[in-house]
């Protein structure tokens, strides 16, 4: 059973950063794309950034210059360092992956949990 499991969300003050983490477990034979979104309330997920296996990295406008994403792939893990953050950013962020569990398998997307990022003075 792959599962993705994130950590690092919290409250911080705007202008403030934030890490965020997200490692996959559970038997796989690859990850490919892995990435993040965030949804607000009243709104619908959006897409914050995501980065490929090759590490072609792709971010939302609204945090491009402040957001960055990375991964380690000997830890199965993704992560998103965030910088100059705005109250706009509070939401709840997704860790999200494209698995494929074996080989020959396509490649299934995942989701995590969610962490709560609040920011605010």
């Known amino acids: 059973q792959v599962q993705l499991v994130e950590s690092g969300g919290g409250l911080v003050e705007p202008g403030g950063s934030l890490r965020l983490s997200c490692a996959a477990s559970?038997?796989?034979?690859?990850?490919?794309?892995m990435g993040w979104y965030r949804q607000a309330p009243g709104k619908q997920r959006e897409l914050v950034a995501t980065?490929?296996?090759?590490?072609?990295?792709n971010y939302a406008a609204s945090v491009k210059g402040r957001f960055t994403v990375s991964r380690e792939d000997a830890k199965k893990t993704v992560y998103l360092q965030m910088g100059s953050l705005k109250p706009e950013d509070t939401a709840v962020y997704y860790c999200?992956?494209?698995?494929?569990?074996?080989?020959?398998?396509?490649?299934?997307?995942?989701w995590g949990q969610g962490t709560q990022v609040t920011v605010s003075s």
């Open positions: 980065i490929t296996r090759g590490g072609t990295t």
């Open positions: 999200n992956a494209w698995i494929a569990r074996y080989i020959g398998d396509r490649s299934r997307e995942y």
């Open positions: 559970g038997s796989m034979f690859s990850i490919n794309t």
